[in-house]
């Protein structure tokens, strides 16, 4: 089974899971079951048992979103956060484009935990289908399942300490549009 097959598969679920939802508004809830087999296949729920991803998605909206539209804004408070299903997305800082995230990304996660303003807008580049984990229901949940927060915190520190871990970037020594030296 090669990739897109893969991709094939969690779109059918998923939209197996917003049909039997009968989808009424702009988000609507999935069928847990199905929702909770497509967060078993991304990295940051995939640790978790089945119920508890169950769990997850029962407190959990799924959402279409068109190309060109803001899943999240920079700047903006975050009471969310949001796991691409399907699609691919890019990131932007200051209105410059800085990484592209596909299916299986989550953004916006650190609000479940505090609720920080947004450090980048993260834009559609097609039409996808998201998973809205709002923070309040969220906490609600983790008070209910503490195993859920030691996950999600375990996954977090990982990917803190390989970011500050990663190799060095060379820097520009010359700013940016100024003349280079010969050479």
């Known amino acids: 089974m090669n990739g897109s097959d893969v991709s094939r598969i969690r779109s059918d679920v998923l939209l197996e ?25 991304m990295p940051i729920f995939a640790g978790l048992g089945g119920r508890q991803r169950r769990r997850i998605a029962e407190h959990s909206e799924v959402a279409e979103v068109k190309a060109g539209e803001a899943i999240v804004r920079e700047g903006f408070t975050g009471q969310a956060a949001f796991v691409l299903l399907t699609g691919a997305a890019s990131v ?48 609600r949940l983790v008070a209910q399942e503490p195993t859920i927060a030691v996950h999600l915190l375990e996954t977090l520190s990982r990917r803190l300490w390989d970011a500050e871990h990663a ?17």
Do not use: H, M, N, Y
């Open 167 to 183: 190799p060095l970037e060379p820097v520009a020594t010359t700013a940016p549009g100024a003349p280079r030296a010969p050479g």
């Open 92 to 139: 932007e800082r200051a209105g410059v484009e800085v990484a592209d995230i596909a299916s299986g990304a989550i953004v916006g996660e650190l609000s479940l935990l505090c609720g920080e303003p947004r450090s980048a807008t993260v834009r559609a580049t097609c039409d996808l289908w998201v998973l809205r984990i709002r923070r309040e229901p969220f906490r």
């Open 17 to 41: 899971a917003v049909a039997e939802a009968g989808r009424t508004g702009r988000f609507t809830q999935g069928t847990p079951k199905l929702v909770a087999q497509v967060l078993g296949e």
